[in-house]
């Protein structure tokens, strides 16, 4: 279950491919040298395409001799149009369209213009390819793409150039997909929580056992390598893995992603990192019998959420947040009263909910412009709170219809979900700059986690029930944990 549901609830480098195809902006907006083509079912405003016919949007899709698509609009409808027709049928739409260009070029016996034709229908399907490499996992969709492109090299019997390109795109697409295909196949099973039931209802402490200062006692590295783990894991999510989320949450009844399993999987299997930072924290700091070494733990990770927080690795930082937020660390007042509270404060306020989490966005976009203008890899990197984007994601989605009144595509909602993805996409692609550390990286993903229960024990254990409620609390689980061993 996504922390979207929890979220909702509660509160509510650029690559060649994207800077290609989207640039800076994604406004939709014809670019000068590229022509306009319209009809009666395609709506104009400001230059900007705002709405029209699936029909319509098929054909301003497809190259003609004049005629090229702006590459924003390539990227934004090859995204959408999936909620609307299946790419399999979208490729035989576009290959349908293509043809009867093909043969009205070759009645006209234009050589030229028909080469001219034949190098821009490669070029829509090299950047189809290359942005949504999934559309094409299916069998049928590549025998459709195979037979367009054979019909294609017909065109170029002469020299062999477009054949070779086809030939090279070909192979590019293969090796994506068979890139993907090996991460699906070596899937991260998800961790779940570890509770010693035999050692956490002991009055006396076990012997000197492995915490995360011992691994790592400097801040900065330790969001350091945080954000190596965040960069890995928002690597092996694709637009479409996002749009999939988009395309079923119409009948949602509670939060819950529908849809392919295997194109949502990236998306689960980052949440739940999420969710395992967060209880790992807890964990470090709930365990812990000495106060004073408790303390030291809570200042430990308050440091280490600033560091993250000037790297722009908001992700990592709220969940270490949410990890100190969750109620058997919030409840250890002897602890807290020794806390130098101060720096903590400026990230809560950096994470106040208030205003639809007004602050957290305005560090959000500093840290993208700071990108956009950035001449180092450690400048660029910027990874926001992936249930905070995934609930934008959401709202625009449900505030604003597919289809309006008339029937037609409400182009303009997918200009901006596109232009939202694309920054997401835009921002996995940085190389993260710091070195490796595989030792303190393996601990903060094969350290044991507590489940709430033994978080609650381990924290009345440490600083004892302070009220009825708690008192009664505390005695329910003991007795529910013993009659458990």
């Not at 492995?210 to 190596?228: E, F, G, N, Y």
């Not at 992936?386 to 997918?414: A, E, M, S, V, W």
């Amino acid at each position: 279950m996504y922390i979207l549901q929890k979220t909702m609830r509660e509160t509510m480098p650029q690559t060649p491919i994207f800077s290609s195809m989207l640039g800076s902006s994604c406004s939709g907006q014809v670019q000068p040298d590229m022509g306009e083509r319209s009809g009666g079912d395609l709506v104009f405003q400001d230059g900007n395409l705002i709405s029209g016919s699936l029909e319509a949007l098929i054909e301003h899709l497809v190259p003609t001799v004049d005629y090229y698509p702006d590459r924003t609009y390539i990227f934004t409808f090859l995204l959408s149009s999936r909620i609307f027709i299946p790419p399999y049928d979208l490729l035989a739409k576009v290959g349908q369209i293509c043809t009867k260009q093909k043969q009205q070029l070759e009645a006209e016996t234009e050589k030229a213009k028909l080469k001219s034709f034949t190098a821009k229908i490669i070029q829509l399907l090299k950047e189809w390819t290359e942005a949504f490499p999934y559309d094409f996992q299916d069998e049928k969709v590549m025998k459709e793409l195979k037979e367009i492109t054979h019909r294609i090299t017909q065109c170029d019997e002469e020299n062999g150039t477009v054949k070779a390109t086809i030939t090279q795109m070909t192979q590019n697409l293969i090796l994506s997909l068979t890139t993907r295909n090996q991460f699906q196949e070596i899937r991260e099973k998800f961790r779940q929580p570890v509770t010693d039931k035999g050692t956490i209802l002991k009055s006396k402490p076990q012997a000197a056992q492995k915490d995360i200062l011992s691994v790592c006692c400097d801040p900065l590295i330790l969001a350091q390598q945080l954000t190596h783990i965040e960069l890995e894991r928002v690597s092996n999510i694709y637009p479409e893995d996002l749009m999939q989320i988009v395309s079923h949450m119409d009948s949602l009844d509670n939060h819950k992603c529908r849809g392919d399993v295997t194109k949502t999987y990236t998306l689960e299997a980052y949440d739940n990192w999420f969710n395992c930072l967060s209880m790992l924290v807890a964990t470090e700091i709930c365990r812990v019998v000495k106060k004073k070494q408790r303390t030291r733990m809570v200042e430990f990770f308050i440091d280490v959420a600033r560091e993250c927080f000037n790297i722009g690795n908001f992700n990592s930082m709220m969940a270490i947040i949410s990890g100190m937020n969750l109620s058997p660390v919030a409840r250890l007042k002897k602890t807290w009263s020794k806390v130098k509270t101060a720096k903590f404060d400026v990230l809560e306020h950096h994470m106040d909910p208030s205003s639809n989490f007004c602050n957290y966005r305005t560090a959000l976009q500093g840290a993208a412009q700071r990108s956009q203008t950035a001449n180092s890899s450690r400048e660029k990197i910027v990874i926001p709170v992936f249930n905070l984007f995934i609930k934008d994601i959401y709202f625009l989605h449900k505030i604003h219809t597919n289809r309006l009144p008339n029937g037609q595509i409400n182009f303009k909602k997918f200009w901006e979900i596109s232009r939202q993805i694309h920054d997401f996409m835009t921002w996995k692609q940085v190389e993260c700059p710091f070195e490796k550390d595989k030792k303190i990286q393996s601990y903060l993903l094969t350290a044991p986690i507590y489940s709430e229960e033994a978080l609650f024990v381990a924290s009345f254990e440490s600083e004892g029930p302070e009220n009825h409620m708690e008192k009664d609390s505390w005695k329910t689980l003991r007795t529910t944990l013993l009659n458990r061993a």
